[in-house]
């Protein structure tokens, strides 16, 4: 009997992309797509394709809450909650390590969508005459930081830690958290939001007017575990943290 190559006896086969050989290493298979031979990939074999995953670098179940063709897992403003962004110039990234499309004086952008109080739970230290102190925690969040160099990247968040110092060194933190490593912080060095007061159980609630002109100088990407970090001092650059909040 003849095999595909037309050698008698041979062991030579016809794979399902038409190449005849004795070599069953290189066989054609199917693509993501179910196409044979095929080029189409799936980065994070969620079972949806490069081309039509709506987070092609996290494995998601493709919901799109707010229809914005980015799925919830990769999508740093989607669901209930608050959208907040902020915007710095980069003034320093200590130690160097940074990947390629980051770099000094890159306008660096943090968003995520922080939820709401159904969704978060509220602890406190309580507040008095020195200030307060304020952490809620959540089911793991995206967040995206982009670098005006091109760099952009999405990670999670489970953790807001709120430090309101009334006296030395009068100042305010909003420190965003991953577990108990800190992913973000920004801070008003001058304390004027939340000046008086206790701090709404919501943390939705808790973030009304950090969009006020002027508030914040300096935010910090510290990227715990991430083995690179930079630094923001905006009131050397652009004077204060460009922040928006939606809705």
Not at 16 to 34: F, H, K, L, R, Y
Not at 113 to 133: E, I, K, L, R, Y
Not at 198 to 205: A, E, F, G, N, T
Request: charge should be negative; aromatic fraction near 8%.
């Amino acid at each position: 009997m003849q095999d595909c190559a037309g050698t008698w006896g041979g062991s030579a086969v016809e794979d399902e992309c038409g190449t005849c050989d004795d070599d069953s290493t290189n066989d054609c298979v199917q693509d993501c797509a179910g196409t044979w031979g095929g080029v189409a990939v799936d980065t994070d074999e969620d079972g949806a394709c490069d081309t039509v995953d709506n987070c092609p670098d996290i494995a998601n179940d493709q919901t799109d809450t707010d229809t914005d063709n980015v799925g919830d897992a990769c999508d740093a403003c989607s669901g209930a909650g608050a959208c907040l962004s902020f915007e710095s110039t980069v003034t320093a990234i200590p130690g160097g390590g940074e990947p390629s499309g980051a770099a000094v004086e890159d306008t660096v952008t943090f968003a995520v969508n922080v939820p709401d109080g159904a969704n978060a739970t509220f602890d406190t230290t309580g507040c008095n005459g020195a200030g307060c102190h304020a952490v809620w925690g959540f089911a793991p969040v995206a967040y995206e930081i982009t670098y005006s160099s091109g760099y952009s990247y999405v990670g999670e968040i489970d953790g807001v830690d709120l430090m309101v110092d009334r006296t030395a060194p009068n100042e305010t933190n909003i420190i965003f958290l991953d577990g108990s490593d800190r992913i973000y912080q920004v801070t008003d060095s001058d304390n004027e939001w939340h000046t008086a007061g206790s701090i709404p159980v919501d943390l939705v609630q808790a973030t009304v007017g950090v969009d006020a002109t002027d508030l914040f100088e300096l935010t910090f990407f510290w990227n715990e575990g991430g083995g690179w970090k930079s630094y923001h001092y905006d009131y050397t650059r652009t004077g204060h943290t460009v922040v928006t909040r939606t809705p």
